[in-house]
C-alpha cells in the first residue's frame, strides 16, 4: 500500500510542475509572441522602423551596433523604378520595370532565412487584408532563386512572387540598396504606381527592424482610389479630350 501510495504522490507532484510550467510559458510567452496567424505562423515582437534613410553611395544602415554602407545609385521616392534584371525561382530572367501597367508592392529583404525577413515576408502575404487583389506583391532578396522557391513552398505563401537578385545585386545597387561589405540588400519596402514611379519608400536604419509595412499597405489604397477617382474623371470627356495623368501626382513619405 505504501508503494501504490507513493507512486500516486510522485504522479501527482509530476501533474502540479507541468500544470506550472505550462502556465509560465503562457505568461512569458504573451509578452514576446502574438497570437498565431491563420496560415500557422507565429508573429514575433520585433520592433517597427519609424523612419527610413537615404539610399545610395554615401548613405548606410546600423547591423549589430555597426554602421554598414549602401552602395548603389540613390532613389527616392518620385523617382521611377530604374531598370535591374533579377530571376525568378525558374531561372527566367526579366526586368522589374516591364511589370508597368499594375500597382505594385515591392518588399526587399536581406535574407529569406532570418526570422525579421521571414516576418516581412509573412505580413506581405497575409496581412494586406485584400490587397493581393488588386496590387502585385513582391519580394526581393539576394537569396537564390532555389531557396526562395522552398521558403515560399514550406511557408505556404502563393500570393507573392519573389525574385532573386543573386545575380550581381543588380537590383540593389540600381536603386542604392546594395550592402556590399555583407553581399545583402538593405531592408526596404517601396510601393510603386503603374507607371513605374516609385511613390513611397521607407528604408529601415537599422536590419533588425521591421519596415511599418502597414503605411505601406495605406499608400498603395491611396492610389488604388486615386487611380478609381482618375479614371471616373476621365470617362466624363470625349475620347481625346481626358485630362492627362501627372505620373508623380502624389507621394507618399514614412
Known amino acids: 500500500m505504501n508503494n501504490i501510495t507513493m507512486d500516486g504522490l510522485m504522479t501527482t507532484w509530476r501533474l502540479w510542475i507541468s500544470c506550472c510550467l505550462i502556465i509560465l510559458g503562457g505568461w512569458t510567452g504573451c509578452t514576446m509572441v502574438s497570437p498565431p496567424d491563420g496560415s500557422g505562423f507565429t508573429y514575433q515582437a520585433i520592433p517597427v522602423a519609424t523612419g527610413t534613410v537615404p539610399t545610395g553611395d554615401g548613405s548606410s544602415v546600423t547591423f549589430r551596433g555597426k554602421a554598414i554602407a549602401l552602395s548603389g545609385t540613390g532613389i527616392q521616392a518620385g523617382e521611377r523604378l530604374r531598370p535591374a534584371i533579377v530571376t525568378r525561382p525558374d531561372l527566367s530572367l526579366m526586368d522589374l520595370t516591364e511589370t508597368s501597367g499594375t500597382i505594385r508592392i515591392i518588399s526587399v529583404v536581406p535574407s529569406l532565412d532570418t526570422r525579421v525577413c521571414e516576418q516581412q515576408t509573412h505580413y506581405l502575404s497575409e496581412k494586406n487584408q485584400g490587397l493581393d487583389n488588386l496590387v502585385s506583391l513582391y519580394t526581393v532578396s539576394v537569396d537564390t532563386p532555389f531557396a526562395q522557391a522552398r521558403f515560399a513552398r514550406e511557408a505556404g505563401i502563393r500570393n507573392v512572387s519573389f525574385f532573386s537578385d543573386y545575380r550581381g545585386a543588380r537590383f540593389g545597387r540600381a536603386h542604392g540598396l546594395f550592402i556590399e561589405d555583407l553581399h545583402i540588400l538593405a531592408r526596404a519596402i517601396m510601393v510603386v504606381d503603374q507607371y513605374n514611379v516609385v511613390r513611397y519608400l521607407q ?3 537599422d536590419l533588425a527592424s521591421m519596415p511599418d509595412m502597414e503605411a505601406a499597405f495605406k499608400a498603395a489604397r491611396a492610389l488604388i482610389s486615386q ?11 470625349p475620347p481625346g479630350d481626358a485630362p492627362s495623368r501627372n505620373p508623380a501626382e502624389r507621394l507618399f513619405t514614412p
Not at 227 to 237: H, L, P, Q, V, Y
Open 203 to 205: 528604408v529601415t536604419p
Open 227 to 237: 487611380e478609381s477617382a482618375t479614371s471616373r474623371i476621365a470617362s466624363n470627356f
